[in-house]
């Protein structure tokens, strides 16, 4: 048994349920993600179309995360789901650098590593990982991928020549797969943006950095004075003369 994931881009709407389900499951700390779901806008106005794309571990078939721990924190199951012993872990974040995919992060309460397990404690009891389960329109589809005759097998094979992996040139072999959604989902060095449409059209320099007139003690004397007033040896004067006139209010 070799267990997979596959979501089809196409029934995919970004709702974002998969991205809560996995956080109360799993009790994902505050600005940590097991699973996110990004977005691109594709085409310019008005023909415009926005993608969704929901992001997890790949389980690679050749991890490097799992190379590199030099605990071996991160570890295979006979099912093929790629585990964390947060126990084992020694927090040397290794495996975040290694992770082409960014799948992986440090959690802040334990300072250990943690990602997507599929839910792996669920499967054991037999049940679905919890993303699967919520999806409203089943665009995560989950099982063996060794199994001719189950769901994953049969709707990989119904869309041969359109189905993708991330990053198929890092060699991980993962076993998350994605169907439609086209190149721009997962490459994106595929979407480019058309002159005229950038961000920022007009990019210009400075000519100088600072005011060339604004000396350190300006700064100072901003508050009191203008800079047409008063200058260097003036500032000095100016002390002076506020010395003299409250000794003469002190009477002495």
């Not at 919520?134 to 589809?141: M, S």
Request: proline share 6%.
């Amino acid at each position: 048994m070799k267990l997979g994931f596959l979501v089809d881009l196409n029934l995919c709407m970004g709702c974002k349920g998969c991205e809560v389900a996995c956080k109360v499951e799993n009790e994902v700390p505050l600005s940590s993600w097991r699973l996110r779901v990004k977005y691109i806008d594709i085409g310019t106005f008005p023909d415009t179309s926005r993608s969704f794309t929901p992001l997890r571990c790949n389980h690679c078939e050749s991890a490097p995360c799992e190379r590199i721990c030099p605990v071996s924190a991160l570890h295979y199951l006979e099912n093929g789901i790629v585990n964390v012993d947060s126990n084992r872990c020694i927090g040397c974040a290794g495996c975040m650098m290694a992770c082409p995919y960014g799948a992986i992060y440090m959690d802040p309460e334990t300072n250990t590593a943690d990602k997507c397990t599929y839910c792996a404690h669920r499967i054991e009891s037999g049940m679905m990982p919890a993303c699967v389960v919520v999806c409203p329109v089943e665009a995560n589809i989950f099982g063996d991928v060794e199994d001719d005759h189950s769901h994953i097998s049969q709707y990989i094979m119904a869309h041969q020549g359109g189905v993708q992996v991330r990053k198929p040139e890092k060699h991980t072999n993962p076993k998350h797969y994605y169907v439609g959604g086209g190149t721009y989902t997962l490459d994106p060095l595929a979407h480019q943006r058309l002159e005229g449409h950038n961000l920022f059209n007009n990019i210009t320099t400075l000519k100088h950095v600072g005011d060339p007139n604004h000396g350190v003690l300006d700064r100072f004397l901003a508050p009191f004075v203008s800079h047409a007033e008063h200058d260097n040896k003036s500032f000095m004067n100016f002390d002076n003369n506020g010395l003299e006139s409250h000794e003469q209010e002190g009477g002495h």
